[in-house]
Structures are given as structure tokens and as C-alpha cells.
């Protein structure tokens, strides 16, 4: 989930992503008004000592392509590609700017905000609208800073001059022909936006590092009319059809599709769903009526072979049902729905269950199948043995061993873990019995899960054996292990759990307990269960954990009983 910046907030790259490799979005518009849209890199300074980077419309990107303009995409007025680890030791602080090109000020611009995403995913938000600002032309809205690590801020500062005095501000030499650039910017936008296109190769990487996918919600940007000067390419609108026919711009979603690029025309209206459902024939049922209409003869149109009747066309069947015969099954875990376009083919078939991209080391690929990137972190996984079901890359696995003293333990407690430990530079993919896998991540605190729930973890995380104290039981006592420190465990369910908080009347079933929290306190109750359905020389005798604990303890709990 995204984090919501306010100005002035500030916070570590490390803390929102494990990616370097990120997508800033900045959405500003208003009546009548014209934004040039710009990144600084700064020196220590915070000078513009090498006018290279300094990334805008007639520069789009830096010398060694660590920061790019991409270009209007997403729902976004402009777009960069920020590539941290490759911006050169030199470059201390990347700044992301507005200016106004003309008339107005940024007390008339409507809500807007500047956005970070890694991996397909938005990881921090700063909003910001007019009301802020007054007579101010220009806008420092946001920056990325190196002190130790890579952090970024809110910054949210009006500025009164306009571009050639923001880049005088950072210490940059405005050229006589600096005021120039408008008449220049047309003879660009042959693959683009008709103001500050990138080049043609700039749209291309977006989705390779995750640019988000269009969401409804997310506001088209604002259309500013045409400058007098940029008049004579009027007659040029149609080309723009290369940027509507890239594979990557109109791949078919099940989503409303996205907003047509800033300033151009929209994309050809495509065919209303309900009526291609109407339009076909049902298996051995009535013909809808030729002509196309919302609803055949004022009622729901005939539902399509196999699909479920009163169930809205392309809906997916609720958690845990099978889809009808002839309907799409439900995307993947994480991902958007998708559909494919009428006689795409193979690869449009195939389209719902590509790789999920990521930015992070541990990336659910659905629900039951878990990726880890072994070169982010710089650490081993240890992982239960014949979990793996594919690897990418150099990956090395090995025996892990408990021990003489820990197969004693694991023995005599039911906690043994038959683990391999996996080393290397590649991704490994595990899985085990269609399970539901969950990554938990630890910073410093504790979880308790019983070691049949466990798939794999870090190996920076301490475990051990844990006893819960009980009387009336064989044995006197349950065990689960412990897990500490900081790190992340894939912890395995049988459905999807519920988590609750810990109460003074908390009671759970010891065969559907997963987890709960270090800190919470265990009692087995008095109350013991005797099942009818006990198989013979069974006792059939269940044990109730009763939890305690302060406020944000909690336990989780799967929908299954042995």
C-alpha cells in the first residue's frame, strides 16, 4: 500500500522499496495552463555544475540514461525513469519540478500529486493542490536525496520565476536561445505528445521496471489548448497511431482502458462488451435480436454458454469457485485482470499468467506460488526440501542440517524442518500442495508458527523451539517455533486466513491455528473436545489455545481442521 506524504516528509528509499529501479509519476493540471515538467541533478552543492542533468523536453535524458523522460503514460501529465544505482557518486540530489509556460500562477491548478512506483506497485503518494500556493510560477514538488542512502521528500515550494529562473536558482546559464525551445519541441513529436515528446525508444522500458497500470480512479491528465507558435503542426494528429499500436500501450485489459496520451486525440472506441455477449447465441437457447441494443428487448441479454445466469459478463466467480465452462479463469494473485482481444491468439491466451513484475526480493506470483530473488539482500534461503519448483539463474542448493541437538529437539516436539539452503545469483520459485503461501516480514519482532506452516525464510532470522505449557495432554505440552530478528518467513495455509486480535476471550482450535505473535500469552484450556467420529484406538482428543495479551497482539487462523 502506498504511503501518503505530506510536505516536508521524508523517508529512506530502502524503507518503501528494495528496488533501485523506480517509475515517478507527476500529475498537475489547470484551465488554460501549460507545465513544463523537469528533473535537477544537483551536486552537493545542490548546483547544476553539469548542465547534462538537467532532464527535460529538449534533454530528455542524462548521459548515462540513470534518469529518463518518459513521457505522458499512466494517467500522468509526465513520467520519469529513475534508476538509482546507476546515477554517478557526482549527483547528490535528483529534483522534480513545474513551471508554467505563459500566463497564470500554481494557485490555479487543480489537485495534483508526484508519485513513486516500483515494481508495477505505488509505493508513496504527496498531494498537493492550489490552494497552497499563490502567486508563484513555478513548483520544487518533490526529490530524491543522497545522504548515506538514497532518500526522498515532500517538498512542495512555490517558486515566482518561471523555468530560466529556477534553472539560474540551481546555478544553471540561460542561453540567448534558452527561450527558444517552444518552435523546436513540434519537429519532435513524430512518435509522441505534440509538447516535450520523448523520444520514441523512451516509452519502450516503462513496463520492463513496472510502470503502474491505469486505474480507473486516477484522473485523465489535463489537455492544454495549442500555443499560437505551435500552430503549424495542426494538420499532424494522425501521428500519433505508432504510440496507440505499441504492444505495450494497448495490451487488452479487463480494466476501463487507459487515458490516450496527453494531447492527443483518444484511441478508437472499442466494441461496448454487453452487446458482443448479446450478440452471440446462447447454447440451444433463443437468438437475441440482430440490432444492438443495451438489453434485448428491454431486459439482460442471454447469458453465453456456460456462464453463470445473473452474473455480470467477464465478473469472476467468487474465492474458491471453479469458472463455467467457456469463461476466462480469475487472474493471477497480485495481478490486474486481463482479456484477450477476439483471435489474438496463443500469447493473448497465455496473457493472465505472465510473471508478476517485481521490485522487491519476495514477489507473490499467485497464491500458491512464491518467487525470491537470492541477488537482492545478499542472503541464503532456507527453504523445506522438494519446495522448489523452478529456479532462473545461477542458484545453488544444498543440505541444511539440523544437527545432532536439533534432530533430538525437532524428534522429540514434532518441529523437525527438513530444509536446503539456496545461494546464488538467480530466482527461485517454491510451492508445495497447491498451499496458500503469505509472506510475513519481520523488522526486529516476533511471530510464533508451528513448523508444518512453514515453507521457507531468510536466513538472517533466529528460530527455535518454543514450549506451551498445558496440563491434562499427552506430553504436558504443545510446541511451535519462534522466529526473530529482521527478514521475511512464507508462512503456508490451507485456504485464505483470517488474522484477530488478541482478546481475554480468544480461543482457537489447535489444529487451525497458524501464527500469532510473540508476544501474546498461550494457556491451553480446560476445555477439551471429544470427536464422535474418532477413528478406533484414537482418543480423538482436540486441544483450545486460549490467547492473552496486550493491544496488537493477534493470531491467525486458516479454514481447515485436521
Known amino acids: 500500500m502506498a504511503r501518503e506524504f505530506q510536505r516536508g516528509h521524508k523517508a529512506k528509499i530502502s524503507d518503501l522499496t528494495a528496488g533501485t529501479d523506480l517509475y515517478v509519476g507527476v500529475q498537475i493540471s489547470g484551465p488554460g495552463l501549460t507545465f513544463d515538467i523537469s528533473c535537477f541533478g544537483l551536486d552537493a552543492d545542490e548546483r547544476l555544475s553539469d548542465d547534462r542533468y538537467f532532464v527535460f523536453f529538449n534533454q530528455p535524458k542524462s548521459p548515462e540514461e540513470s534518469v529518463q523522460q518518459l513521457g505522458p503514460q499512466a494517467g500522468d501529465t509526465e513520467s520519469f525513469r529513475v534508476t538509482l544505482d546507476r546515477v554517478p557518486a557526482a549527483i547528490h540530489k535528483l529534483s522534480f519540478t513545474a513551471t508554467l509556460d505563459g500566463a497564470g500562477q500554481m494557485s490555479q491548478i487543480g489537485p495534483g500529486y508526484i508519485r513513486v512506483v516500483a515494481g508495477g506497485e505505488e509505493v508513496v503518494r504527496y498531494s498537493f493542490t492550489g490552494a497552497e500556493f499563490s502567486t508563484e510560477r513555478a513548483l520544487m514538488i518533490g526529490d530524491f536525496y543522497r545522504k548515506d542512502v538514497w532518500r526522498f521528500a515532500a517538498v512542495g515550494q512555490g517558486f515566482d520565476g518561471g523555468l530560466a529562473a529556477l534553472l539560474e536558482h540551481f546555478g544553471g546559464e540561460v542561453a540567448e536561445d534558452e527561450a527558444q525551445p517552444e518552435p523546436q519541441a513540434p519537429a519532435q513529436p513524430q512518435a509522441g505528445a505534440p509538447s516535450f515528446a520523448p523520444p520514441a525508444q523512451a516509452a519502450a522500458p516503462a513496463p520492463s521496471f513496472g510502470a503502474p497500470v491505469q486505474q480507473p480512479p486516477a484522473p485523465a491528465p489535463y489537455a492544454p489548448p495549442q500555443q499560437p507558435q505551435q500552430q503549424p503542426p495542426a494538420p499532424q494528429p494522425p501521428a500519433p497511431a505508432p504510440v496507440h499500436s505499441a504492444p505495450t500501450m494497448v495490451a487488452p485489459l479487463a480494466a476501463p482502458a487507459p487515458a490516450a496520451p496527453y494531447g492527443q486525440p483518444p484511441h478508437p472506441p472499442q466494441q461496448p462488451g454487453p452487446p458482443s455477449y448479446g450478440q452471440q447465441p446462447s447454447y440451444g437457447g433463443q437468438v437475441p435480436p440482430p440490432a444492438p441494443a443495451p438489453a434485448p428487448y428491454g431486459g439482460q441479454p442471454q447469458p453465453s454458454y456456460g456462464q453463470i445466469p445473473g452474473q455480470q459478463p467477464g465478473a469472476q466467480p467468487p474465492y474458491g469457485q471453479q469458472p463455467a465452462y467457456g469463461q476466462q479463469p480469475p487472474p493471477p494473485y497480485g495481478q490486474a485482470p486481463q482479456a484477450a482481444a477476439p483471435g489474438a491468439g496463443l500469447a493473448a491466451a497465455l496473457q493472465p499468467y505472465k510473471e508478476a513484475p517485481t521490485g522487491a526480493r519476495w514477489t507473490p506470483q499467485n497464491q500458491q506460488l512464491m518467487r525470491v530473488d537470492l541477488a537482492m539482500g545478499g542472503q541464503a534461503v532456507l527453504a523445506r526440501q522438494g519446495s522448489m519448483v523452478l529456479y532462473q539463474g545461477k542458484v545453488d542448493f544444498s543440505y541444511k542440517g ?161
Open 402 to 562: 539440523a544437527g545432532f541437538a536439533g534432530r533430538i529437539v525437532g524428534n522429540a516436539t514434532g518441529q523437525e524442518m527438513q530444509l536446503m539452503r539456496c545461494t546464488g545469483r538467480g530466482q527461485v520459485f517454491l510451492a508445495e500442495n497447491g498451499a496458500d503461501l503469505h509472506a510475513i516480514e519481520l523488522q526486529g519482532d516476533g511471530i510464533c508458527v508451528s513448523a508444518e506452516s512453514v515453507l521457507a525464510f531468510d536466513e538472517s532470522l533466529q528460530y527455535e523451539v518454543r514450549r506451551i505449557e498445558g496440563h491434562g495432554i499427552p506430553g504436558g505440552a504443545l510446541f511451535t517455533m519462534l522466529f526473530q530478528g529482521s527478514g521475511t518467513v512464507i508462512v503456508k495455509t490451507h485456504g485464505v486466513p483470517v488474522v484477530l486480535p488478541v482478546t481475554p476471550t480468544t480461543f482457537a482450535d489447535s489444529n487451525a491455528i497458524v501464527a500469532w505473535s510473540a508476544a501474546s500469552q498461550v494457556i491451553i484450556s480446560s476445555q477439551v473436545r471429544l470427536r464422535r467420529n474418532a477413528y478406533p484406538g484414537h482418543s480423538g482428543e482436540t486441544v483450545n489455545l486460549q490467547f492473552r495479551g496486550a493491544p496488537g497482539n493477534f493470531i491467525v487462523v486458516q479454514p481447515y481442521e485436521v
